[in-house]
Structure formats: structure tokens, C-alpha cells
């Protein structure tokens, strides 16, 4: 058996894109277990172990799209692991937030219906 997945190197590399060398890179499930020469199932369950599933981190007030940017959109140069380890932090003292699904749905609607136009009835 593998040893344990540190969760600070999992969070940079599942869900910053952070590769083994600094650089940025989207990493499927597959591509993480690759990395860390374990198995996709032992990536899930460090993921849920250590609460960094998607569906926790839905459940969060914690901007993963915008820790995300600040990774990718960072300039040559600039310390990508400083800028994860902010975001770890805001990571672990991160409050579960209430989610209203109907109202998200219903903006995400508006939203689409603004940029598409109506949906079409069958």
C-alpha cells in the first residue's frame, strides 16, 4: 500500500492544477493517481478523508474558481506554492454555507436564457 497522500499536495494538485514541478496543468482523477502512483479509488477517498470531495467543496464558503484563477493567471515568476498555501488556508477555515439549489437553478436559467435566448419547448 501506498503511503498516505499528503492533503496540502492533493489540494494543489486536484484542485489548483499545481504538477509535480510548480507549473500549472488541469489534472483529471487519473492524472492525480498517476502522479502519486496510487489508485483513482485511493485519490476519491483521500479526497472525501480529508473533506476536499467536489461535492464538499459545493458545501463551502470557499471560492475554489477564484483560487483557481489566482493559479493560473499568476505571471511567470510568481510563487504558485505561496498562492496555494493562502488558498489551503482559506481552505481549512472555510464555513459550510447553506445552498439554495431551486434559486441557484432559477438564476442559472435567467442566465442562460439572457445569453441564449428562450428554451424551446418540444
Known sequence: MAAPLDPFALFCAYHLGLDASGGVRFAHLHDVARRFAVTTD??????ERHGMSAARMLELDF????????????PPG?????????????????????????AEAEQAARE?????????RH
Open 63 to 74: 471560492d475554489l474558481a477564484g483560487a483557481q484563477f489566482d493559479i493560473e493567471a499568476s
Open 42 to 47: 485511493e485519490v476519491t477517498a483521500a479526497l
Open 112 to 120: 442562460n436564457e439572457e445569453i441564449f435566448g428562450p428554451a424551446k
Open 78 to 102: 510568481v510563487d504558485l506554492a505561496s498562492i496555494a498555501q493562502m488558498h489551503w488556508e482559506l481552505f481549512l477555515n472555510a464555513k459550510p454555507r447553506a445552498r439554495d439549489w431551486i
